[in-house]
Nanobody, 118 residues
Framework: QVQLVESGGGLVQPGESLRLSCAAS????????MGWYRQAPGKQRELVAA???????NYADPVKGRFTVSRDDAKSTVYLQMNSLKPEDTAVYYC????????????WGQGTQVTVSS
């Protein structure tokens, strides 16, 4: 019922920037956490950044100071501004929404490839 549509991935050179977008649709509970995870080949999926309805954010240490997560509740969209990209940022980035309520539920996007290479 809940669908997440991601966009913004691509190929960039080290030091460049990229912005990912994820638009959610469907029956989304008003209280939720939206965020981004990434998974490189042969690696486990890891949290990159997340933002709750109230604006509280959480970042993984490797991206602190470089990435910024934000949300537009009117558009049910979460963004990930990625600056000073490094080759180690290369991964498939997945949008996630976690509803908060009596029955918490996780929903995932299809993923978008981000490749940082010279």
């Amino acid at each position: 019922q809940v669908q997440l549509v991601e966009s913004g991935g691509g190929l960039v050179q080290p030091g460049e920037s990229l912005r990912l977008s994820c638009a959610a649709s469907g029956n989304i509970f008003r209280l939720n956490i939206m965020g981004w995870y990434r998974q490189a080949p042969g690696k486990q999926r890891e949290l990159v950044a997340a933002i709750a309805t109230g604006g509280i954010t959480n970042y993984a240490d490797p991206v602190k100071g470089r990435f910024t997560v934000s949300r537009d509740d009117a558009k049910s969209t979460v963004y990930l501004q990625m600056n000073s990209l490094k080759p180690e940022d290369t991964a498939v980035y997945y949008c996630n929404i976690r509803t908060i309520g009596a029955i918490p539920q996780d929903y995932w996007g299809q993923g978008t490839q981000v490749t940082v290479s010279s």
